[in-house]
Every structure is written in C-alpha cells, then in structure tokens.
C-alpha cells in the first residue's frame, strides 16, 4: 500500500515536472526543482556501495563525511530534511549511527522506507575478550563490514529495497549492477583468505583501538585479545584496570602489535609502550570511516584491501 509520505512525494516531483513542462513552453527563465529519486545512506563505507549498486539510476547521497567517526558525527537542519525526503534511507543500524538514528526513526515514522542492514546480515554479539576486561556482553556488534561474506548479503538487501522502494529507478540495471558488485566482494573475500593464509596460527592475535574487528576475526580465524578502550564504541574511555588487564592479556599472546584507527589519535595505544616496558608497534588501520578520494581507502573494496594487507605485514614482520 502507498503510504501519505509516498504520495505527497510523488506529487511534489509531479508537480515540479510540469512548473518544467510550463518553463519550457513559455520560454519563461524560471528555476525547475530536481525530479529524480533519492536514495539517502546515513555512513560513507554503505554509501559507497549503495552507489556501486544504484548507479546513475538515482542520487545517493551520504550524510556521512571522509573520515568522520560514525559513532559520533551529527546532522545539520538540511541533513535532517534530506531523510524526510527520501525514497529510501539506508543506515547501518545496531547502534552504530548514535547521533543519527532518531532523525532515521523520524523518517520512518513519516512513511519513508528505510532499511537497517546490519539488522538483517546475521549480526554477531559481543563476547568477553581474552583481557578480561568489559565489554556490552549480549549487545550487537555493528561492525559487520569487516566481514566481506556480510557486506555481500548487505549489498543484495540494498538492490532489493532499491527495486522495491525508488521509484524511476531501472530494476534491471539495478539488478545488473549488484550482480556486477557481488562478484567483486566475491573476489575480495578469496584474496583475503589467501593473503591472511601467509599468517601463523600463533600469531593471528588482534589489539586494535577499540572493538571493531569481531567480524573479521570470526570470519577469518582470529584471536581478538583486546583493546585500548574496552568497548564497540568510540565514545567510550579506557582505565587503568583496563589497560593493566589489557597488557597483561598481550604478554600471554607475546603480542607486540596494536592496529588503531587511521582517523584518530593513537595516544592511548602508545600508552601501552610504557605498561609493557617494551617496543610496540601500531600499525594504522582504515576501520569506521573511508578516506577522501585519493586517500589510500576511497572505496569500501580499497579500504579492505588496504587492511589486509596492514594485518598481514603487522603480524609476520613485527
């Protein structure tokens, strides 16, 4: 059933296609507003491959900027209408758009389709890490791109609401370009078997900045052994006990190795140089946020890559 929303929206595009229509026949300069759909994506790493998959079919437009913290990055009065407008909002969900999802909430309510993918790719749960330190135990882990095989399933669920909610946009075209874009994640997941496979079993031991590679680990055959702040968010703080617990947890490992977000300070990660009385090596990773174009990881398939390969040489040559 068409909802209100939907009508009103389509009635606006109809109503600007014949103020175009008079313009036109009357030769009169006057400004016509733009009749294509919209489809709005609240992250830029789903943004990427809502764009991948819509093509020229329709505007995607990506509330968040290159190299912005998804846990925190807020909107702006027209961002905020922007949803209200849409014809579908895409949105990682599970948490993760903290300051974002009761504008999200909001669309909904006024009848734009929306859809959470991270909700409906089989989500993991946080589980104790091998520090022993806190974690949200039972809560959802919103970082399912770190899995390739998930983003897969995201990727089919965007063409899917694409087809069923944007009207105007090619189902064909839609449908050709998410197989297109299948096959590449496809391909990206048996490159990074292969390149993780140059790792030993003893050393596929993960402290990162804060919980985010969970879906790698488990997808991979990894060990997350902690992190400097214990938790799936950024907004969190770490404390001495937590960095004591974590220190302790990587001198069992012998793991020398902290992977900390490229967009962010790593001063609480050089922290553990000292807590270890010894030589760590932090080794930048791409993990809530692409880079700006040119940027070493402006594509989700990029940004992947990119951290493959940081992984693999942080872990056999450190």
């Known amino acids: 059933m068409t909802t209100p929303k939907r009508t009103v929206l389509r009635l606006r595009r109809l109503l600007w296609a014949l103020i175009t229509l008079a313009c036109a026949a009357t030769a009169t300069a006057c400004t016509s507003g733009d009749d294509r759909p919209d489809v709005v994506v609240t992250t830029d790493i ?50 993760l758009e903290e300051n974002v999802l009761r504008h999200v909430e909001a669309a909904g309510e006024a009848g734009v389709a929306t859809l959470e993918v991270g909700q409906a790719v089989d989500p993991l749960t946080f589980r104790a890490p091998a520090d022993g330190g806190p974690r949200e135990d039972g809560q959802p882990d919103p970082h399912f791109w770190t899995d ?7 990727a089919g669920l965007i063409a899917d609401a694409v087809a ?13 370009n998410a197989a297109r874009y299948d096959g590449q994640l496809a391909a990206l997941t048996v490159w990074m078997e292969k390149t993780f496979d140059r790792i030993p079993e003893d050393r596929r031991a993960l402290v990162t900045n804060h919980h985010v590679f969970g879906y790698l680990a488990d997808r991979f055959g990894f060990r997350v052994i902690g992190a400097v702040v214990p938790s799936g968010t950024t907004l969190a703080s770490p404390s001495s006990s937590d960095l004591r617990s974590l220190t302790e947890a990587m001198r069992e490992a012998r793991a020398r190795t902290v992977f900390a977000d490229s967009s962010r300070p790593t001063r609480l990660a050089d922290v553990l140089r000292d807590e270890l009385a010894g030589p760590v ?3 930048p990773l791409y993990s809530e946020s692409l880079t700006a174009r040119g940027g070493g990881a402006d594509t989700y398939l990029r940004m992947m890559r990119a951290n493959t390969t940081a992984i693999t ?3 056999t040559t450190h």
């Open 46 to 95: 789903l943004g990427d491959v809502t764009r991948e998959i819509v093509g020229d079919e329709a505007d995607v437009t990506v509330l968040m900027k290159p190299g912005a913290d998804p846990h925190s990055f807020g909107l702006s009065a027209v961002q905020a209408a922007e949803l209200e407008n849409a014809d579908l909002v895409v949105f990682n969900g599970l948490g």
């Open 148 to 154: 390739p095989d998930r983003m897969r399933t995201a």
């Open 164 to 176: 069923e909610n944007v009207d105007g946009a090619d189902d064909k075209t839609v449908r050709r």
């Open 281 to 283: 090596e932090v080794v």
């Open 313 to 315: 040489d942080g872990l």
